[in-house]
């Protein structure tokens, strides 16, 4: 077997293995910043549902056969590992691929609030989509690029940071105070 003819087996293995021991991707779709979706590797694929009460992917532009670009991370140093391209398609609810990429996803999907019928709230709200690795990754060891490709974090009230008020140090030693019985 020759160098390049055992490349595409590496890359693809380890594709398949950082997709398969990463809880998150980061997905970039044909617009947009890239984001941290959880997902399920199923036959050869990241599957991830998205819609109302699930992840949302507004501004990502991921329809069906369209393109995106999936990054994981490295299970023991959490850096980036590899980036490849993929093939968007968008599962019909219901069939036999909706239904088996469906029973991954509930099993990876976290503190639902209606486990009984997730399935079916999936089906009639949700969008189930298979990210298709569809070429030779563009980042992988050894082909990793010099400059940093940090990104600013998307803005959020979750992560702003208010003063806190001037009375809370001594609010909160007048309730240490009455915890300790002083």
């Not at 968007?88 to 088996?100: D, F, I, Q, S, Y």
């Not at 469906?102 to 079916?120: G, I, M, Q, S, Y």
């Amino acid at each position: 077997m020759t160098e390049t003819a055992a490349q595409p087996l590496f890359s693809q293995a380890l594709i398949e293995e950082s997709a398969k021991k990463s809880a998150l991707v980061w997905v970039r779709g044909a617009r947009g910043p890239a984001r941290a979706l959880w997902h399920a590797w199923h036959d050869g694929a990241v599957c991830v549902v998205t819609g109302p009460g699930e992840q949302p992917v507004d501004g990502l532009e991921l329809v069906d056969g369209g393109t995106a670009t999936v990054t994981a991370r490295s299970k023991d140093k959490g850096g980036r590992l590899v980036v490849w391209p993929a093939r968007v398609v968008e599962l019909a609810p219901g069939g036999e691929a909706w239904t088996a990429a469906a029973e991954e996803l509930k099993a990876k999907r976290l503190n639902a609030p209606d486990t009984a019928t997730l399935t079916e709230r999936w089906a009639a709200e949700c969008r189930v989509l298979r990210l298709e690795p569809s070429g030779a990754p563009s980042q992988e060891p050894g082909a990793m690029p010099r400059e940093s490709t940090d990104a600013a974090p998307l803005p959020t009230p979750a992560t702003t940071r208010r003063a806190q008020p001037q009375a809370l140090p001594r609010l909160l030693r007048a309730a240490a105070r009455r915890r300790s019985g002083r």
